[in-house]
């Protein structure tokens, strides 16, 4: 049983490995492979949801391997709630995003090797149990996000002038800076709590005063930051999601992005509550810039992948709102937010390469009645539109609502503030959304698009559809998630509160 | 016994002796097959060094160690020879004359090295650190024909020659305050104190002189010019085995004689270590040749290293030791792919990766090793140095400084490692011909790639090996 969740992550890698031995000239095989080490792990994903024990908070399918003694490193991977609904986030989205990679065709054993490889590193930072192996997973992205943008990616001319070159050099670059501010960090950590790296561990060991716990939040807020799209650190995301690949924006968007809320809720919040006290104020307000200005930003976007880059830096804000109120219900509503964010992101983003791969323009003023040619697609996008507003039904709404109730139960003025922005934040993405939605899809239909053709098969319609459906679930049955991750949140958040208890005694 | 200890020395000389005769007796001979036989016989005997075991005696009268830490460098170096030698049967056509003296000088550098990694004395020191030093005067301006190689040659002998005139007054003072050239003796001695103002002139002089072989601040300026002149089998060789070298002699020197004094010349390390990150670094970003990027990376490389030799601790010197390890064999790949291509400008690697999927592999996964990304054997031999300087923090907060400064040449060095990886696999080629790889080669390249992400991995094997090397020490 233990075994599945390790096979679930590895198994991407493993495939990587094998299409890296079959030949070049056999794209169909490597193709074939890559959908069924994601559809594996997939499977293998739900069937450990289904077994997943609700009642208990802490970690479980915990599998251990001695690694490297001399540093106490260990191979140690397991799911608790929150682990639970980003693993199932990425088996989603890497299914998915496998399955619509159908439109490269150059290159495609490299393609398929990069793509893999992501995988297992976007997994396996959700489910490390210990910090050396969680940032291993977590820097491991580099190389895949690298060229898959730079190989496959097009960024449109005129763009300030950028190229995709420049695009994938800066998100590098940013999220490299992140890491390694957030590995001094980590590495402080690691010597507060005794030489270890087992999370575990290290909750019940780590000591650090309080002083030094205000920098070392720091380090992990900001370092994370960087790749959670904090402002005024996220000026790399809509540039490197408009220059990458279908697949690799969604994987980017949907899943990659979350990797930073996600360290700083498994490590900052627990381990240093001093610290995180002392900063959540001022995070709240960098949450209302990524709200309000990536929103403004958004609306004087063109380019459709401009317009939901931004849209997701200014959704990353409600997710950090989320995590700043340090309450149960905020840090919940921030994971489901995560969850049902990164669903919606993947859907747009290959709602977009649908068309955009038959179009080669994505700019919302050139696209006309598309909705005539392309129906399927056409209401599908209209439906994470919708999502993206927040509209009830959706796994966005419930997700918001509880961001929204966490923040203002939080009770200072700062976070009341925030809130009231946070909401209209949604005024401000219902707008731009639906201009964009209805320009290209909606009005006069432009003859040049004649030659647009549907999704007609399952096949084809499938992913589509099948992102659309787990928004909806989740939209109406939204407990079937919070009821995973509310137990333990509650668990990180008392780890937090006991910790500042035992400091202020001292 | 004195014999025994030296079996692999006297084997190298042995063989670099033969080479000097092969050319009186078969002038005519294929020296690209005689370079692989060469290549081959080296690793054998690498191989036979494994059946050696290290001894706590001492040999020569004191000067000479066979310790774990030796054997780990011998064969370091062994390693680094039978590619050098791989690498020189490739570059066969392109030396005029002299092919078997270009052997024989390899080994005979390399016989140097695996002295180095045993001395235990001042003199011996001096004595193997100009075997080395004055073979590779030669070796640099091989291509005599070449303006460039002879101007590296010049630059290399002119400021060589000055950092051993530092090294040997150095060691001409600390002899001179202590009385002893012994790396033992002086240890006792200086742990019952009395250490002079002298005798710190005389380490510091030693110390900077000793930054010359690892192109640390403040003898640093040649490496970019030589690396970029000198034949490129022989650039591979400074990287590896000559920086190894430097490496070897550091850390007996400081850790196994001067310990005791660590408090003095600790903060210089740690000064040194942030200026060569930053000199490395910085101007790397601006290089069009790709030897010449390698040689500023380098001298950035060096004050990673530094870092763990500053943090002056167990981790620190284990990963000092780990990080050349995997070091040789990325820089070792590097350079195959440089040999393979014949061309220098990295513009000229536009499509490497379409023309030839294997060099175009093998050379973006050295530079991201280069760059510390994983699962990369860089980003762990990287790892280390920051968690031992971490750990040095934790009693001293100067090393935090220290970390930033690290932390922020990993960044600027991506930039410029992924410039060649964009030409790699994301720029057109202009000249779209494939390239043909040797069979040798293409060995050697797998060997490379394996070993980077299989220790990138899996580090336990080399972990312990540094371990039990550094184990010498009996730091903390």
Redesign the interface.
């Known amino acids: 049983m233990e075994h599945l969740l390790t096979i679930a992550i590895l198994l991407p890698l493993a495939s990587a490995f094998l299409a890296f031995l079959l030949p070049a000239k056999k794209p169909g095989a490597i193709r074939a492979l890559a959908l069924f080490a994601t559809g594996v792990s997939l499977l293998l994903t739900l069937y450990i949801f289904s077994q997943f024990d609700r009642q208990d908070a802490g970690y479980q399918f915990v599998k251990s391997i001695e690694w490297l003694p001399s540093l106490k490193v260990n191979l140690k991977f397991g799911v608790d709630g929150i682990s639970m609904t980003l693993l199932l986030l990425v088996g989603i989205v890497s299914f998915c995003g496998a399955l619509v990679s159908h439109e490269i065709h150059d290159r495609q054993k490299e393609y398929y090797i990069l793509f893999l490889a992501l995988t297992t590193g976007i997994s396996g930072t959700f489910c490390a149990m210990d910090m050396f192996f969680f940032y291993f997973f977590y820097e491991m992205a580099v190389i895949p996000m690298y060229l898959l943008i730079g190989m496959y990616g097009s960024l449109p001319a005129g763009k300030h002038g950028r190229t995709k070159e420049y695009a994938t050099m800066k998100l590098t670059l940013y999220l490299t800076a992140g890491a390694v501010l957030a590995l001094i960090g980590l590495l402080t950590m690691y010597y507060a709590g005794g030489k270890t790296f087992d999370m575990v561990e290290l909750k019940n060991n780590l000591r650090l005063a309080g002083s030094t716990q205000k920098w070392v939040f720091a380090c992990l807020l900001f370092g994370f930051g960087f790749l959670a799209s904090l402002f005024p650190f996220h000026t790399w995301s809509p540039l490197g999601y408009a220059a990458a690949p279908t697949a690799a924006s969604m994987m980017h968007a949907g899943v990659l992005k979350k990797l930073g809320a996600y360290g700083i809720i498994r490590l900052a919040l627990p381990l240093l509550p001093e610290g995180a006290r002392h900063w959540v104020d001022l995070l709240a307000i960098l949450c209302i810039f990524n709200i309000l200005y990536a929103g403004l930003a958004a609306l004087t976007q063109k380019d459709w992948k401009f317009v939901i880059g931004y849209s997701s830096v200014s959704h990353m804000g409600y997710v950090m709102l989320g995590i700043a109120t340090l309450n149960v219900i905020g840090v919940s509503g921030a994971v489901l937010l995560m969850f049902a964010h990164g669903v919606m992101a993947a859907l747009t983003f290959s709602l977009i390469g649908f068309f955009y791969h038959q179009t080669h323009n994505r700019n919302v003023p050139d696209l006309s009645g598309l909705a005539r040619k392309i129906p399927f697609i056409g209401v599908c996008m209209v439906m994470a539109a919708m999502a993206s507003s927040g509209l009830p039904g959706f796994a966005n709404f419930a997700s918001e609502i509880m961001v929204f109730i966490g923040a203002w139960h939080q009770g200072s003025t700062v976070f009341r503030i925030a809130t009231i922005c946070a909401v209209w934040g949604i005024v401000v993405t219902a707008t731009y959304l639906l201009w964009a939605v209805r320009t290209s899809f909606f009005g006069p239909f432009d003859e040049k698009w004649n030659m647009l053709k549907d999704a007609t098969t399952l096949k084809q319609k499938f992913p589509y559809a099948f992102l659309l459906a787990v928004l909806l679930v989740v939209g109406f049955w939204p407990r079937s998630l919070t009821d995973i991750i509310k137990p333990s949140v509650q668990r990180i958040l008392a780890t937090n509160s006991h910790r500042l208890a035992q400091m202020e005694k001292q | 016994m004195n014999l025994y200890a030296t079996q692999l020395e006297c084997l190298l000389v042995i063989l670099g002796l033969g080479t000097l005769l092969t050319d009186a007796f078969r002038p005519g001979g294929d020296r690209r097959k005689l370079g692989y036989l060469l290549a081959t016989l080296v690793t054998i005997t690498l191989l036979y060094s494994f059946t050696l075991a290290p001894t706590a005696d001492t040999f020569f009268h004191g000067m000479y160690r066979l310790d774990s830490f030796a054997l780990f460098f011998k064969r370091l170096f062994l390693l680094a020879t039978a590619f050098v030698l791989l690498m020189g049967a490739e570059f066969v056509e392109r030396f005029e004359t002299g092919v078997a003296e270009f052997y024989a000088l390899v080994l005979l550098a390399a016989t140097g090295m695996l002295v180095i990694a045993s001395v235990n004395d001042f003199i011996l020191l001096f004595v193997a650190l100009e075997l080395v030093t004055i073979t590779f005067y030669i070796l640099t301006a091989f291509l005599r024909r070449q303006v460039q190689s002879l101007e590296a040659g010049t630059k290399y002998l002119i400021l060589g020659a000055l950092s051993s005139g530092f090294t040997v007054y150095g060691i001409a003072y600390i002899f001179g305050t202590t009385g002893t050239t012994n790396f033992d003796k002086l240890a006792t001695l200086l742990s019952a104190g009395g250490s002079g103002s002298a005798f710190l002139l005389g380490m510091l002089l030693v110390l900077t002189g000793l930054g010359f072989k690892v192109a640390s601040v403040p003898f640093q300026i040649w490496a970019p010019d030589v690396y970029q002149g000198a034949p490129t089998p022989v650039t591979a060789f400074l990287a590896v085995g000559s920086k190894a070298a430097g490496f070897a002699l550091l850390l007996r020197v400081m850790l196994a004689g001067l310990l005791p004094v660590s408090a003095v010349w600790m903060p210089v390390l740690l000064v040194l270590a942030a200026a060569t990150l930053g000199y490395g670094n910085l101007g790397a970003i601006s290089q069009r040749n790709i030897k010449r990027l390698l040689g500023y990376s380098s001298i950035g490389h060096a004050g990673y290293m530094l870092m763990g030799l500053a943090a002056g601790n167990a981790?620190g010197s284990?990963a000092v030791l780990f990080y050349l390890g995997q070091y040789a064999f990325t820089n070792l790949c590097a350079f195959l792919v440089i040999i393979a291509v014949g061309r220098e400008e990295i513009a000229d690697y536009a499509g490497l990766?379409k023309r030839s999927?294997i060099l175009g592999a093998a050379l973006f996964l050295a530079m991201?090793s280069l760059a510390g990304?994983?699962?990369l054997s860089g980003?762990f031999g990287k790892?280390?140095l920051?968690?031992a300087v971490?750990?040095a923090?934790?009693t001293n907060w100067h090393y935090?400084i220290l970390?930033?400064i690290g932390?922020?040449a990993?960044?600027v060095s991506?930039?410029y490692y992924?410039n060649v990886?964009?030409a790699i696999?994301?720029e057109e080629a202009k000249d779209t011909t494939p390239i043909p790889v040797s069979l040798p080669v293409r060995a050697g390249l797998y060997v490379c790639m394996l070993a980077m992400i299989g220790l990138g991995i899996?580090?336990?094997p080399l972990?312990?090996a540094a371990?039990l090397a550094a184990g010498i020490f009996g730091l903390k």
């Open positions: 981790l284990q990766g999927p991201a990304i994983p699962p980003f790892f280390q920051f968690a971490i750990e923090a934790q935090y970390a930033g932390a922020g990993v960044v991506l930039y992924f990886g964009r696999y994301i899996y580090q336990q972990v312990e371990t």
